[in-house]
């Protein structure tokens, strides 16, 4: 969409918009709702907002048609609850922000993919994992620590990196499952620290999955049931190893698996013939 077409939509939709982020009084009430319908008592439980007060924002938003009142419970209206849904990805979306504010802000994420960096706040519950005086190589402990135990994998790569290769043998060793995209011309570096025949017998068994892609990726990450970790590139373009956000919960597992299938779908599978 053009900056134009945005201006205007901002005009045409001002005063909506302003009735809603004026009062966060409204907000929390549409929050609270958005689970399941609420009797009044139960909306002030949880808002800590006084009747009187929940009553008169309830009536300015019914009349907006975001809240309608049945007896004596409130429910979102349809509007209502594709409105909260966006209210909630915004509020996620400036939480992780501010939250990781000098790791985005030293960071390139201009290339990301523009579906995936509008949900950016499904990483709110994850934790930066710095390297420290004491221990330069946290990162890489941490993720070796990581995949001890793991069983399948999805990881993208568009760096090459030894121990990276080590960590996944150690994965395809322990009998588990490895699905692997890697920038094309990083493909010669990995093949000359693996061993061509294992590989693509590993291959041909469906242990190991191997795509390339010739676009470039501003992200290295890792994926599973049970983790996520994400790396990021400096705005000069060099890869910093020094910093990784690390999350274990489901949104942000769900996030790094939608875009394991993103590049996915840009990447072409390697031809074991070629190998």
């Not at 993919?113 to 949900?119: G, H, Q």
Request: include cysteine.
């Amino acid at each position: 969409m053009e900056t134009n077409q945005f201006n205007s939509l901002i005009e045409e939709m001002h005063d909506e918009i302003n009735f809603l982020v004026s009062s966060h009084v409204k907000i929390k009430i549409m929050l609270s709702l958005r689970e399941n319908p609420k009797k009044l008592g139960k909306i002030r439980e949880e808002t800590s907002i006084s009747s009187s007060t929940i009553i008169h924002s309830i009536n300015q938003l019914d009349k907006r048609k975001f809240v309608t009142k049945i007896s004596d419970t409130y429910s979102l209206t349809s509007k209502g609850k594709l409105i909260s849904s966006k209210i909630v990805m915004m509020l996620k979306n400036c939480a992780v922000v501010k939250k990781h504010e000098n790791f985005f802000a030293s960071h390139s994420i201009e290339d990301f993919p523009k579906t995936l960096s509008v949900k950016i706040g499904q990483l709110n519950n994850s934790i930066l994992i710095e390297s420290t005086k004491s221990n330069i190589s946290k990162p890489f402990t941490t993720y070796s620590e990581l995949l001890k135990d793991a069983e399948d994998i999805s990881v993208v790569l568009p760096v090459f990196f030894s121990r990276h290769m080590d960590f996944i043998k150690e994965v395809l060793d322990n009998g588990g499952n490895v699905s692997l995209i890697l920038r094309y011309d990083i493909l010669e570096s990995l093949l000359e620290h693996i061993n061509i025949e294992k590989t693509t017998e590993l291959i041909k068994k469906g242990k190991l999955n191997i795509r390339t892609i010739n676009d470039e990726i501003p992200v290295a990450f890792l994926v599973n049931d049970h983790v996520l970790t994400l790396g990021l590139f400096f705005h000069d373009g060099s890869y910093d190893v020094s910093k990784l956000l690390l999350s274990h919960d489901k949104e942000a597992i769900n996030w790094g698996k939608e875009l394991f299938e993103y590049y996915k779908e840009k990447s072409e599978k390697i031809d074991i013939k070629n190998l």
